[in-house]
T-cell receptor, first 112, second 113 residues
Framework: KQEVTQIPAALSVPEGENLVLNCSFT??????LQWFRQDPGKGLTSLLL?????REQTSGRLNASLDKSSGRSTLYIAASQPGDSATYLC???????????FGTGTRLTVIP | DGGITQSPKYLFRKEGQNVTLSCEQN?????MYWYRQDPGQGLRLIYY???????QKGDIAEGYSVSREKKESFPLTVTSAQKNPTAFYLC????????????FGPGTRLTVL
């Protein structure tokens, strides 16, 4: 069964810093990988979706990369802002295109 | 506005009671999902539905039941057979299963007293 791990579990950075969040998965046979944002007590908001044939996706200050062979993805956030403070979740979908397997998330705090 | 709504936001239940969580979407999506989120754990899939009148068990279906009588609605019933029901429940939908991203509702926090 697919297992998704996110490191670190929590991260605090001063405003303006660039940062990287890590996601690893055990089964490289994936259909796609997604990064979500979750604010406390709220639902999830999709940030980026990378298909298995892609290497990266960008949206504004966010860039997500995918290395299927090594079972890794990173989410790069440039010039962090206090509004970026949230939990970031990584999720992978297997080649059966059935369901998402979620990591436990990284809780990010950006200090003004 | 298009989106997914869940109600209620907070729900309290006495032990031994069944409760039903509502999930409605007006995105015209075929697929809908129910997840459970516990502190320190990733989201876990309870049930999913690819189309009206069809649904499949996820990883942790025991103690839960669902129905999909209408495309826009996918209610989840937490039965008394669920031994540890206190959790945050999230509903999601996607255009079809496996296609595109999943859109999530705001969640329902269930507490068993």
């Amino acid at each position: 069964k697919q297992e998704v791990t996110q490191i670190p579990a929590a991260l605090s950075v001063p405003e303006g810093e660039n940062l990287v969040l890590n996601c690893s998965f055990t089964d490289s046979a994936i259909y796609n990988l997604q990064w979500f944002r979750q604010d406390p007590g709220k639902g999830l908001t999709s940030l980026l979706l990378i298909q298995s044939s892609q290497r990266e996706q960008t949206s504004g200050r966010l860039n997500a990369s995918l290395d299927k062979s090594s079972g890794r993805s990173t989410l790069y956030i440039a010039a962090s802002q206090p509004g970026d403070s949230a939990t970031y979740l990584c999720a992978v979908m297997g080649t059966g295109a059935n369901n998402l397997f979620f990591g436990t998330g990284t809780r990010l705090t950006v200090i003004p | 506005d298009g989106g997914i709504t869940q109600s209620p936001k907070y729900l309290f239940r006495k032990e031994g009671q069944n409760v039903t969580l509502s999930c409605e979407q007006n995105l015209n999506h075929d697929a809908m999902y129910w997840y459970r989120q516990d502190p320190g754990q990733g989201l876990r899939l309870i049930y999913y539905s690819q189309i009206v009148n069809d649904f499949q068990k996820g990883d942790i279906a025991e103690g839960y039941s669902v129905s999909r009588e209408k495309k826009e609605s996918f209610p989840l019933t937490v039965t008394s057979a669920q031994k540890n029901p206190t959790a945050f429940y999230l509903c999601a939908s996607s255009p079809s299963q496996g296609q595109g991203t999943q859109y999530f509702g705001p969640g329902t926090r269930l507490t068993v007293l």
